[in-house]
């Protein structure tokens, strides 16, 4: 199958050239091998090659040994790797000698001793729009936060046409695929965390049942900030989780990179209002919350629901855009309840804020609230917002008379 350009594609190639080692994680299917192939010189499979365990009890040193970048396939399922390939780098003395893929974390204790300065992380996720040819790339939001002004052709998206893209998700494998397969696709992709994954990941059994009534919580409830005590009385009857057993399941969903809530943003307000702390519940993919509810495109009619996946599926495409130019995302609400669905910020206090809207018809509105927002900003302790921006399903590329962007999501690259 042809291979499709990733944003981690430059990540990869830059960090081998500063690091001994660069490991990347992802949740399971988001094309992390694929991705490393393209520039590894050998590979070993820890998970489908059977003498990686003969090799790992007599000398886990010659599982080392080959064509640089060597790639470490699955690393996790023999966790002390990583301590060897740690020394290996030390002793080399050169750079970009190791890749490591993993679509699940270990425990840190077991994982990443001393690996300050040996190791470079990226977290890749599922393809964006961008990259799954979604969407033309007229607008940049690199440039956006420089200060660029939007323009594009107007993008008119059926409902169901974007309920289809929902439905596919970004998962590589289903590149050219039916609504129908990514419906399957992200049902099984469930049913195997549940009845799998999650136990491996934990080190112990769980319910298959339970865990899978979580992640229908989960997918009820995305794009919200449903606290734990939400979430366990979700789960309902005699048997229902409690909040401590949620938090176990959440935690181990989360080092199989299956769930990837949206943390608050912590600024600077010129009011004596309180800032929320609680994240956003996500998944890695929205597809992923339609497979755990069994909403085929046609049942997919709840258009409030229907705008959560579509926030959903936004932020998911933000998160890599961001990554792509040193960003990350988050979102921000106070105690008057004042929202706002993303801000992005780089390391350099750079940042902009987003609203996400299914119809063009709710620009102004979105608008209103992303100024009130800014002008709550002290800015003499943080800087001004560089771009606001409102994200849609349909329309085009402009910036308003009041300063505010527009963009439609099928139009937005890095």
């Not at 399903?393 to 139009?411: E, K, T, Y």
Request: proline share 4%; with cysteine.
């Amino acid at each position: 199958m042809e291979y499709h350009k990733r944003f981690a594609d430059q990540a990869l190639a830059e960090r081998l050239q500063s690091s001994g080692a660069v490991l990347i994680e992802g949740t399971k299917g988001c094309g992390k091998t694929e991705t490393a192939t393209q520039i590894a010189g050998s590979v070993v499979r820890f998970d489908a090659d059977e003498q990686v365990k003969i090799k790992m009890e007599i000398d886990p040193r010659s599982v080392l040994a080959g064509t640089v970048p060597r790639l470490l396939d699955e690393w996790q399922e023999y966790p002390q790797i990583w301590n060897y390939v740690r020394r290996e780098v030390d002793e080399r003395k050169q750079k970009g000698q190791f890749i490591l893929t993993g679509s699940a974390t270990p425990d840190d204790k077991v994982r990443r001793h001393s690996g300050a300065g040996r190791f470079s992380v990226i977290r890749m996720r599922p393809m964006s729009f961008f990259e799954k040819g979604w969407s033309t790339g007229e607008v940049s939001l690199a440039a956006l936060l420089k200060g660029a002004p939007p323009t594009s052709e107007s993008a008119v998206f059926e409902l169901g046409d974007l309920a289809e893209k929902i439905t596919l998700g970004g998962w590589p494998g289903l590149i050219g695929a039916s609504a129908a397969d990514g419906l399957r696709f992200a049902g099984d992709y469930v049913s195997l965390i549940a009845e799998v994954d999650l136990s491996k990941v934990s080190g112990k059994r769980r319910d298959p049942y339970k865990v899978t009534r979580l992640i229908q919580s989960l997918a009820r409830n995305i794009s919200t900030e449903a606290a734990l005590t939400v979430l366990a009385k979700d789960t309902g009857g005699s048997d229902g989780l409690d909040d401590e057993t949620v938090a176990e399941y959440l935690s181990a969903l989360e080092r199989l990179m299956a769930v990837e809530n949206l943390p608050a943003w912590n600024t600077h307000i010129r009011s004596a209002d309180m800032l929320r702390k609680s994240p956003k519940r996500h998944f890695a993919d929205p597809s992923m919350a339609v497979g755990a509810l069994g909403l085929s495109v046609d049942k997919l009619t709840d258009l409030n629901y229907f705008g959560l996946l579509f926030e959903s599926l936004v932020i998911r495409d933000l998160k890599i855009y961001a990554a792509a130019s040193g960003g990350k995302v988050f979102h921000y609400r106070d105690s008057r309840g004042l929202e706002i669905d993303a801000v992005m910020e780089y390391a350099d206090g750079t940042w902009g804020a987003f609203e996400i809207k299914l119809g063009i018809g709710a620009a102004d509105a979105a608008a209103k609230n992303l100024l009130k927002f800014a002008d709550k900003i002290d800015t003499e302790k943080a800087k001004a917002p560089a771009a606001l921006a409102v994200i849609t399903a349909n329309g085009f590329a402009h910036r308003r008379p009041d300063g505010v962007n527009v963009a439609p999501l099928s139009v937005l690259t890095a």
